[in-house]
């Protein structure tokens, strides 16, 4: 049997606890509006009845991430709400309507035909 080097164990034993490229990870930032939250003591789901943070919403509808839930719940139209995307949380998965088929005549028949 093979024994292991001394880099080839503490890849193993890296991969094994989940921390194999821990050093180059970013870590995510919280965004303005889960600071808001967490400094008034809401959720996502009661946000919606408390003014300030409704007021803050509605001044960065469009200039900061608010969630799409969030928006619907306060009944916020914002500059997007127009533009239909791949996935909503609101409306659901947007598929675009298929176009209809246009049928297609068999030249072969055509060729035959004349002759």
Not at 43 to 48: A, I, L, P, S
Not at 64 to 79: A, G, K, N, S, Y
Request: aromatic share 6%; net charge negative.
């Amino acid at each position: 049997m093979k024994r292991l080097t001394e880099k080839q164990r503490r890849q193993r034993q890296e991969f094994v606890t989940g921390t194999v490229d821990l050093t180059f990870r970013q870590e995510a930032h919280t965004t303005q509006f889960e600071q808001l939250l967490d400094r008034l003591g809401l959720t996502e789901t009661n946000c919606h009845e408390n003014e300030e943070c409704v007021t803050w919403c509605r001044a960065h509808r469009d200039s900061r991430f608010v969630p799409e839930t969030v928006l619907h719940r306060m009944r916020i139209r914002t500059l997007y709400d127009e533009t239909l995307a791949p996935f909503s949380l609101v409306a659901g998965t947007v598929i675009p309507e298929p176009s209809p088929l246009q049928e297609v005549e068999d030249v072969n028949e055509e060729t035959q035909q004349a002759a």
